[in-house]
T-cell receptor, first 107, second 117 residues
Framework: GENVEQHPSTLSVQEGDSAVIKCTYSDSASNYFPWYKQELGKRPQLIIDIRSNVGEKKDQRIAVTLNKTAKHFSLHITETQPEDSAVYFCAAYKYIFGTGTRLKVLA | NAGVTQTPKFQVLKTGQSMTLQCAQDMNHEYMSWYRQDPGMGLRLIHYSVGAGITDQGEVPNGYNVSRSTTEDFPLRLLSAAPSQTSVYFC????????????????FGDGTRLSIL
């Protein structure tokens, strides 16, 4: 069946540094790749998404890159801030989610 | 718009009891889904629906039933609760099903925290 692997499971960075989270997927039919941020006790909320006909998308400090040949996509957060601390999830095809990355931004 | 509304927010059950988790959306979304979230396991898809009258199984469907009689509502039923079903349950909806040309992001409800003793 479909599978989405996400790495790393935890990530600590100093404030102002960049953070990168990577996901790989198995189903070549996947054509939509969203990223969600979940704060403690809250619902997951979309932060950025990308479609298969695009290789990269940016929104201020957040960017997502997609390599369809290799079946992987990545979330890039630049100039990290303490409020970026949360759990981040990727998803692919049929909204199958990765296991999440807990990002800690150290002040 | 209220978005996706889940009730109840918290529930404690005894093993063997049954209950229904309610989910309603007012965005006229065709696609609705249920996830459970356990520590370290991420969000696992239980069941989903691509429209009224159509449902299908996700990754972890055992022990759960769903129905979709209207576009707005997508209840999740636990027929005989087991301690392994202790989890946080999220309902989500989106305009179109995944894989379609009009893919749009899912909107999540606030979740139901379910404990089974």
């Amino acid at each position: 069946g479909e599978n989405v692997e996400q790495h790393p499971s935890t990530l600590s960075v100093q404030e102002g540094d960049s953070a990168v989270i990577k996901c790989t997927y198995s189903d070549s039919a996947s054509n939509y790749f969203p990223w969600y941020k979940q704060e403690l006790g809250k619902r997951p909320q979309l932060i950025i998404d990308i479609r298969s006909n695009v290789g990269e998308k940016k929104d201020q400090r957040i960017a997502v890159t997609l390599n369809k040949t290799a079946k992987h996509f990545s979330l890039h957060i630049t100039e990290t801030q303490p409020e970026d601390s949360a759990v981040y999830f990727c998803a692919a095809y049929k909204y199958i989610f990765g296991t999440g990355t807990r990002l800690k931004v150290l002040a | 718009n209220a978005g996706v509304t889940q009730t109840p927010k918290f529930q404690v059950l005894k093993t063997g009891q049954s209950m229904t988790l309610q989910c309603a959306q007012d965005m006229n979304h065709e696609y609705m889904s249920w996830y459970r979230q356990d520590p370290g396991m991420g969000l696992r898809l239980i069941h989903y629906s691509v429209g009224a009258g159509i449902t299908d199984q996700g990754e972890v469907p055992n022990g759960y039933n769903v129905s979709r009689s209207t576009t707005e509502d997508f209840p999740l039923r636990l027929l005989s609760a087991a301690p392994s079903q202790t989890s946080v349950y999220f309902c989500a909806s989106s305009y179109a099903p995944p894989g379609s040309h009009s893919n749009q992001p899912q909107h999540f409800g606030d979740g139901t925290r379910l404990s089974i003793l």
